[in-house]
């Protein structure tokens, strides 16, 4: 199986870089809802994508969750 | 034989020239032996005849020699000239050496003190002088002055560096197995897959390396920055302003930091705490390798192989010591009055040589040691002729680092200032050089600023005239340069003083990494990741430090190199044997990450003409020629360029800042050259 995003060989529907990306986004939302007090999933996923310090896999992610 | 001559082999031709020039008082006479230059003169009523290697002229191979052949673990040492493509210079340097020999009955190995040099001497010594390696004596200098010559030749030592010598084989031994065994492993594995042959190289300190790059590399790519907070306030006292910044440097939640501020505007502060203090700031200690190549990297941006390079010359002319040294101290034996006599009649240096000379010389000592050089120092000589740029550069931060070694320590002025509002503390610090001591002869290169705080005292008051918020984001990890991936290896102890440059200089050029960003490519994420799964241990730091420690007792003498290398054969069998099982799937992965590896090397940017395809570069089917298309061709666009038909090319992380055109640099000469692969940049019509 590939990689949805990068097309690297796949364990599940994605390859090891983007699930750890996957996982880093999923650790972090708690983290960004507590700072703001309040956070909607996809204006989460917006930001992160927006924000030059994101990494690369994990911006790809964020898009590929954005839907 | 009896009668004959001392035949005296230097590492390199400039350095066999300065020894003639020393031992016969400048009046040697060069003559040519097989095409190279040998000199030959008397001293003491001996004559002597001083030659030159040029690097390694034997090197370790196996007797196949095919590159597609492996295990291979029968290895020898061998003429140069048999292993390398470009070994004419070195066969008729080992011819010259053993026709030299046939008339010598003395022998003295002046190549560099330490594991490389002596491996030089030792191998001309053995195999181009019939078995000298033994009876042979030894020349130990740090420097290439007169003075330091004369006295090495006057104290020739017997077998000084055999541990040295034996240590080097075991290392080039232990190199060649692991690195040729696994890389052509590696190298079949992806030719299975059905391209044609590439070369995948993977070595016993590389593969630890990359593995460094590879782990902050994930960490760069997977990063999520959290948001927090800062606050800082601008407060007034008699019509003076100061600004401070909140206590807790991290305020986590929006609603604190908005908190803060609300509960500080309107009030008033108050200097709760007001520290001064003056701190003694000792002397920088004098400089080994790595901290030559770490500063030379902070101050002029050169990459640790640049300044090892013009280190190296810098000794050749006789300027500064042996640069290749772990030491940080500086021995009394170097003469320290008499370098810093010399160094007061060059210009820009004599004013804080002169003052220095005043008082009692005691330089700074650092903690590390090397038994076979100090700290890279300046010799006092002159340079003869002008120095480019770069060597000044690197001149001028060995003799400055050198003074400011003896120079006292500075002395700074600390204050910090705590203003309380309720129960929020802000707070202001800065600090001055009072007393510049060390800083005056290293100069520039002290990097200390001076912060003024205005004078304030416990209890003064002061009006809180803002209170600014300020959203933050955490920083991803920063990545390796090639100062900071330098310094990391010597941390873990993998790879030597003299070839840690040379190995991330490896890494840029097989494209595990790119550039100066030091980013990893896809192949060298797919190699790294190969390992990780199927052969671990070729991206260990344990198995590669253990070698490290187990070479360091070889080089103190306490043998046991055989048993490395068997111990070495033990441990690449076994990587082997797991590659082996997993030959298909490893041949897969690092065969696609080839393919992407090579497409992506072709592709120079996107096309500033349609802006839809990407420009690459193509070779002409016809000429044989290389020239830059547009992918979109087929769509109808016809951006092209010439391209220079010589030369590696490489493209430049950013386009040309004049016309959007990619840059390519162009490697095969002595420097690479920028060019902007547009022929009608306008930047190239400018005069």
Known sequence: ?67 | MNGGYTLVICEKPDAAERVSDALSGGRSRSEQVEGTTVFRFNRKGEEFVVCAAQGHLYGVSDPAGERTVYPVFDVEWYSSDLVDEDGADAARRTSAIRKLASGASKFVNACDFDVEGETIGYNLLRYACGGKEKSALRATFSTLTEEDLVKAFDDLKSQAGLGLARAGRARHAIDFVWGVNLSRALSQSALGSGHRYRTVSVGRVQGPTLGFLVEREREIRTFVPVPYWKASGTFEKDGEKLTAVYARDRIETRQSADKIREECMGREAVAAAVRRSTVQVGPPVAFNIGDLQKEAYRTFGYTPSRTLQIAEKLYLRALVSYPRTGSQRLPPSINYRSIIQGLSRIPGYSASATELLKGNLKPVQGAKFDAAHPAVHPTGERPKRPLEASESAVFDLVVRRFLAAFGPSARRELAEVTLAVGEHEFRLAGGRTVFPGWMRYYGRYAGYRDVEVSPVSEGDRFKVVSVTVEEKFEQKPPRYNQSSLLEKMEREGIGTKATRADIIATLVERRYVSGERMEVTDLGLSVVETMTEYVPSIISTELTREIEGKLESVEEGSGGEAELLRGTVRSVVRQLTALSANEETVGREIDSALTASVAKSFVLGKCPVCKTGNLRIIRSKATKKRFVGCSNYPGGCRASAPLPQKGTLRTASKPCECCSWPVVYVMGGRRPWRLCVNPNCPEKRKP
């Open chain 1, 1 to 67: 199986m590939k990689c949805l995003v990068c097309g690297r060989e796949a364990v599940k529907d994605l390859c090891r870089y983007h699930t750890e990306a996957k996982e880093r986004i999923r650790e972090a939302y708690p983290l960004w809802v507590k700072a703001y007090g309040n956070m909607d999933w996809k204006d989460f996923l917006d930001n992160v994508k927006r924000n030059p310090q994101t990494g690369q896999w994990t911006k790809e992610i964020a898009e590929l969750l954005r839907g």
